[in-house]
């Protein structure tokens, strides 16, 4: 989430923290959606399918819902003779990466994106879940085949491919579900076989495929697995380590959802009424920090509460 802040401090001209303004956005997501495959597969197998589907929607929807709404209320995105509701009902199903057209209308988070992606990543989960315990490795081999397809010339079958202009073409088809799952997979991977290499050369493989991703990037489309491969080995560092995490950051992970959902506005909200870029960057980390706090205590964890009582 700090890697996402960051490179979006740099995509809005605020300030420019080295390597990371630049490469925090990918790598940022690529470690939520391991960390997400970790934690999904196991609810997945753990819970029946109506348990599920409630802890999922209790996990993501409040937040996101009351985020969305006000910030596109303070954005001035509902004009109620514009009113889109067709677009707006495919924000509220969490579709809108894949309606171009009804992302780019109703936009006042920006990071929506990756909960059209997450959310497909929660049907999968539990259409795979009994046989990935049972071939994970298999399986992950065949959602990562499928991505290389997708990101090395299976693009061009996407109705819309045509119509869309180049960065439109690679935010919404090539970036899109197809090619993000190998990150998922390979959480889901080390949730069950729960490897233990040696981590020295964990180490070798994140910065030969994270760390100097530049010195290769222009061989591979992106997204490619290589990245998540360098993700997932930072993962099993930090897993298997014996390391107990201060509170700070354990607040971090806690506030991280909201966090993430609402820096963006945050920061693009602090710009607009303060002049000194730095005064920017660090009022706009208070502030986000404190917002996600109060939305961590006051909306996400009684609905978590809830969804807990009623299984």
Excluded at 62 to 74: G, I
Excluded at 90 to 115: C, D, G, R
Excluded at 236 to 259: A, Q, T
């Amino acid at each position: 989430m700090l890697l996402v802040f960051a490179n979006h401090l740099h995509t809005l001209k605020v300030v420019s923290i080295p390597y990371f303004g630049i490469v925090g956005g990918w790598i940022g997501v690529q470690i939520f959606f391991v960390i997400s495959g970790y934690l999904i597969i196991q609810s997945a197998i753990r819970y029946s399918a109506i348990e599920y589907i409630k802890h999922r929607i209790f996990r993501i929807y409040p937040a996101y819902l009351f985020w969305f709404v006000l910030f596109s209320l303070v954005f001035g995105h509902f004009q109620l003779e514009s009113m889109d509701f067709e677009s707006l009902l495919i924000h509220l199903l969490f579709l809108q990466h894949f309606f171009p057209e009804a992302y780019l209308k109703y936009n006042a988070l920006s990071v929506s994106w990756t909960l059209t992606i997450e959310v497909v990543w929660y049907v999968i989960a539990f259409l795979i879940a009994a046989k990935f315990y049972k071939s994970p490795t298999k399986i992950t081999a065949i959602f990562v085949v499928a991505a290389c397809v997708w990101v090395f010339g299976g693009t061009k079958w996407h109705p819309l491919v045509k119509s869309m202009e180049g960065i439109y073409v690679y935010f919404f088809i090539q970036n899109n579900a197809i090619s993000q799952m190998p990150f998922f997979l390979f959480g889901a991977w080390i949730a069950v076989k729960n490897p233990r290499y040696d981590k020295a050369a964990l180490l070798a493989v994140f910065v030969s495929t994270v760390v100097l991703f530049k010195s290769w990037e222009p061989i591979f489309p992106s997204p490619i697995f290589l990245t998540g491969l360098g993700v997932a080995a930072l993962f099993l560092i930090l897993k298997n380590s014996e390391y107990e995490n201060p509170k700070s950051v354990k607040l971090m992970s806690d506030i991280s959802y909201s966090f993430y959902l609402i820096h963006y506005p945050v920061i693009v909200l602090t710009t607009s009424v303060v002049q000194n870029k730095y005064h920017q960057m660090f009022l706009s980390f208070f502030a986000t920090v404190t917002i996600s706090y109060l939305s961590y205590k006051l909306i996400e964890k009684p609905f978590m509460n809830m969804a807990r009582k009623k299984s």
